[in-house]
């Protein structure tokens, strides 16, 4: 009995993670949030076996949604707080008609991160602890470092005291969005209106349409070396409190030339799995969740016993397979519907919906939090700065977090 529950738990598992990575807005962890409610109504009290069923659908749901969440960031510029950082590479790919191209970069750097991240799993299990000791009091120096030397890239004086222009407006936006407004889904707001909006009002105003996309299969240079970066950033960055897949993107990015694009595309998709898979881990060796996904799965079974870190790593590497497939199928479908419409058109659509799920998941005071950040947003446009610099709305209260409150 408890093998049937598990198995419809993946197989809901997957469709749920494909849903919530197609649309914008529809993160993994508000799902997992629903599942946590359901299981605590009064018939389920006292059901191990399905329970445990509803951890499995948690696990199966993001971990596929760590795969598919990257075809709105590709072709329609729509972020969440794990593909932020990977939204103007993939989004200049395809309107170069190689969005597809894009996306399969991200899908297998996503499947070597499950692959190394499965491989270190017995390593990790026996140095999390002592490794949390030593990188701990070093986070708010390097951070805070990453955010200096972006600045610096600017090289230019005018570029320069406008990227610490950005920097601040961004940062003080984060520290308030995240920490003192107490707004629900807050991210969606914030990241959808400094990264999102502005590159979907731009296409509004664009006189073209998206080009046709060709399938064509990527050329991965320095793949062993990208791969390496993201697994040692993506384990120091996902078992310490307040830090995650952005964080470790930003610093990877400040390693690498500006213009490394599928470099970036790498680590960004091998990043996703990296972290889900460290979370498990760091919920089993010192009983800490660092992402949502994780935190749900917390909160429906306790503590996570041996067994069940087996079971969630046998679950993750049954649905690999699967996440790869329909994140292809997807994403082709995607770029034939899409060159078929008016581009403009696209863009109201996906404006409007991302106005309407923030009014309901995030309220006014998100609809505000909205406006304000596709102000930002469209400022690193108008004075040509990276748009890296918008990412301290996350960097800088981490630091805060870091240095006030550790």
């Known amino acids: ?18 849903v ?7 993160h993994p962890n508000l799902l997992a949030s629903i599942a946590v409610a359901v299981s605590g109504l009064g018939f389920f009290q006292g059901e191990r076996s399905i329970v445990v069923g509803f951890a499995v659908m948690v696990v199966a749901m993001s971990m596929v949604n760590g795969f598919v969440n990257f075809v709105p960031a590709t072709y329609l510029g729509a972020p969440d707080d794990e593909t932020v950082t990977s939204v103007l590479p993939a989004h200049k790919y395809m309107l170069q008609g190689r969005g597809h191209e894009a996306v399969l ?31 701990k009091p070093t986070i708010p120096w390097v951070l805070g470092g990453v955010t200096i030397f972006l600045i610096g890239r600017e090289k230019e004086a005018r570029r320069i005291g406008y990227a610490i222009m950005v920097t601040l407006f961004a940062a003080v936006l984060g520290f308030f969005t995240l920490n003192e407004l107490g707004i629900k889904e807050p991210f969606l707001p914030m990241l959808s209106g400094l990264f999102g909006l502005p590159g979907l009002i731009r296409g509004v105003k664009s006189q073209g349409g998206i080009p046709k996309q060709v ?21 120091l960055f996902s078992f310490l409190p307040g830090l995650g897949p952005s964080q470790a993107a930003v610093v990877c990015a400040s390693m690498i030339k500006k213009k490394a694009e599928k470099m970036f595309l790498m680590i960004n998709g091998g990043l996703n799995t990296v972290s889900m898979i460290i979370g498990f881990v760091t919920m089993y060796v010192i009983d800490k969740a660092r992402n949502g996904s994780v935190v749900a799965i917390g909160k429906l079974i306790g503590e996570i016993a041996m067994s069940e870190l087996i079971l969630f790593m046998g679950v993750i590497l049954c649905v690999v397979y699967p996440a790869v497939l329909i994140t292809i199928i997807i994403s082709k479908k995607c770029g034939e519907v899409l060159g078929k419409m008016n581009y403009k058109k696209v863009c109201y659509g996906v404006i409007g919906l991302i106005i309407l799920l923030t009014g309901i998941l995030s309220g006014v005071k998100g609809l505000i939090v909205l406006g304000t950040a596709t102000a930002i947003g469209m400022v690193t446009a108008i004075v040509d700065v990276q748009r890296n610099h918008l990412m301290s709305c996350i960097m800088v209260p981490t630091v805060a977090y870091y240095v006030f409150s550790v």
């Open 1 to 18: 009995m408890e093998w049937i529950i598990i198995f419809f738990g993946v197989i809901a598992g997957i469709i749920a993670g494909a």
């Open 20 to 26: 919530a990575g197609v649309i914008p807005g529809v």
């Open 105 to 135: 970069v991200t899908v297998i750097s996503a499947l070597a991160g499950v692959v190394i991240s499965c491989i270190s799993v017995p390593l990790l299990l026996v140095t999390l602890d002592e490794l949390e000791m030593v990188v």
């Open 215 to 235: 399938h064509s299969f990527p050329k991965l240079e320095r793949a062993g070396l990208t791969m390496a970066m993201t697994f040692v950033a993506g384990s």
